[in-house]
């Protein structure tokens, strides 16, 4: 397994034009980026790995699975501060609330908006700003000028990004994806060691190999 090593950045997109997200985001560990049409759903996610769906509502109560980081589940009801599910593969329990949350950001890339969303209400929209080369273009490898499109998690959030580009505020994305790193070792863009390392990190909710091919330091920040 290979060691980590120091991140090596490449071109950051989308930029936010008004820094109030950064006080709003909260809770959001959801992050969709997309080049089609905008399709408002609502969606519940687990927040951390391991997140124990339970018989009853209460920690006394048996475990009937671990759920995922990042996992989409369907919320049936609340009884005090324990949600009841259920998954996508019809397995229902409880899980605490601070578990899991409705808040995400969609970023529509075509109409240059990003939306910071509660279930399926927008809760606030704002223009973002993308490369020049290349705004509307998938993320393949490093240097393309794409933005990725998929499905994040925030892996960093930064108040003071430390360089005059990212302005005020930095929400670091967790690309490359499993996705990527699947499709990076089909096409010799990352080598099997890296490609299993990528899979270990997203798991863990860490943040992923940011030096490979693939490239790396996807950002939501402000205007610099």
């Known amino acids: 397994m290979p060691a980590k090593n120091p991140l090596k950045r490449t071109r950051m997109m989308p930029i936010i034009k008004k820094k109030m997200i950064f006080q709003q985001v909260g809770r959001v560990g959801l992050v969709l980026l997309l080049s089609g049409s905008f399709n408002a759903y609502g969606e519940w996610y687990t927040l951390k790995p391991g997140v124990k769906l ?6 006394q109560q048996s ?19 324990w949600f009841e599910l259920e998954t ?10 601070d578990l899991i949350s409705n808040l995400w950001i969609k970023v529509h890339k075509k109409e240059r908006t990003l939306f910071l969303m509660r279930d ?6 704002y223009k973002v ?8 273009g998938d993320k393949i490898r490093q240097g393309d000028s794409g933005t990725p499109e998929g499905r994040f998690f925030i892996c960093e959030m930064l108040k003071k990004p430390g360089e005059p580009r990212y302005g005020a505020r930095s929400l670091r994305l967790s690309y490359p994806t499993i ?32 030096n490979t091919k693939l490239g790396g330091s996807i950002r939501i920040h402000g205007g610099g």
């Open 54 to 59: 339970r018989s009853g509502p209460g920690i």
């Open 63 to 81: 475990v009937i699975q671990t759920l995922e980081h990042n996992q989409t589940v369907r919320v049936m009801s609340k009884k005090e501060t």
């Open 88 to 97: 996508l593969t019809g397995q229902k329990g409880y899980v605490r609330e």
């Open 120 to 125: 399926k209400q927008i809760l606030k929209s």
């Open 129 to 136: 700003a993308l490369s020049t080369q290349n705004p509307l």
């Open 179 to 210: 996705e990527d790193a699947r499709r990076g070792l089909k096409n010799n863009i990352v080598n099997y060691d890296q490609y299993l390392f990528i899979l270990k990190q997203i798991k863990e909710a860490q943040m992923p190999l940011q």
